[in-house]
């Protein structure tokens, strides 16, 4: 089978997804709204309309941005449906990264000893029924405990990472702990996915997937750096596998005295030029993870017209849905605060 062949029922799906997505007009304009009335008003006529009109009054930031997710998850499940059976293990991913949020809210409403139905309330279920984890999931948000949590993923590919987590969490008492576990095993899996693709998709999927990656392993050492977090501890907690890096740099700054040092290593990275001077650490990982975010969203922008018969095509469209996502949450929180348009703005990614 060609590659056109492959793709000929993806290609139109994504085309007429495409043809959905806000202009950046439209992005400015709804920055001006006075209230979150008026965004869903603005929003009336697109494709969040269907996922809004489920949503039971009073409306706020937070409800409106889980039904901007839920639009994104149903789009994803569209796209996924008719892509090629050699890279649906990789587009799942973007589907994985939902669960493992999942996960880390059952452990953070377990934590704060939430009723069940507050607990499924803060879930995407959409995303269990697709990998038939509605089971796992109930039984997992009706323990009443931490540990209980964790024994009731004991036959998934979750258990081992939310064991270590749970030793992390026992000596610190920081349910946090956990999180950077469950997030390790999704780039773990990344990367498994990423080997299985085949190597003429490889090339097209190769800047998403290092970035994605790489950006998670500097960012969480510098953040784990700036917070004194034990070397040893840091060492679990970061992926073994690496694109446009090398087992001896991580190391490097795994056992960097300080931030600053650590930060000095960064800087001579593949990745230096993501890395700009601020007036606080925390300054510096934040402008960082924007400029990874940007540097995607601009990949994506470039490559639109070249990528047809490949996983580049899927994967630019995705990342501008995203991005778009992104975009509405972030109005809508802003708006809501009564933050001024231009601060709103600011937060875009575009």
Known sequence: M?????????????GAEKSSLLS???????????????????????????????????????????????????TYLKIIKYSPER???????????????????????ANAKLPYEQRLSRLCLLVEKYFKKISIIEDAAKAPTISQVILAFKNTEYFSALSMGLK??????SPACLDIFIDTLFYDKLYAAYEGLPKKEQ???????????????LLSLLRGKNLNYDPNWLRLAVPKNYFNL????????????????????????????????AQTPEGIVANAE?????????HAKKCAIRETFNIGSTLNFITLKEAEVHNLTALSLGIEAIMKPEMIRNQLLL
């Open 246 to 277: 090398n087992k001896k740099e991580v190391e490097s700054i795994v056992s960097a005295i300080d931030f600053k040092a650590a930060y000095k290593i960064v800087q001579d990275s593949h990745y230096a030029k993501f890395f700009e001077s």
């Open 168 to 173: 992390s969490y026992e000596e610190s008492g």
């Open 87 to 109: 890279v649906v293990s990789y587009l799942n991913l973007y589907l994985s990264r939902f669960e493992s949020e999942n996960v880390k809210t059952l452990i953070r409403v």
């Open 290 to 298: 924007k400029a990874f975010r940007k540097a995607i969203l601009l």
């Open 2 to 14: 060609t590659q056109t062949t492959r793709y000929a029922s993806v290609l139109p799906k994504i």
């Open 203 to 217: 090339l097209h999927a190769f800047f998403y997937a290092s970035i994605e990656n790489d950006s998670f392993i």
């Open 24 to 74: 950046e007009v439209k992005l400015k304009t709804l920055s001006e709204t006075k209230n979150l009335t008026e965004v869903t008003s603005q929003l009336r006529d697109t494709p969040y309309q269907e996922q809004i009109s489920r949503l039971m009054p009073p409306i706020t930031g937070r409800h409106l941005e889980r039904a901007f997710y839920e639009n994104l998850i149903e």
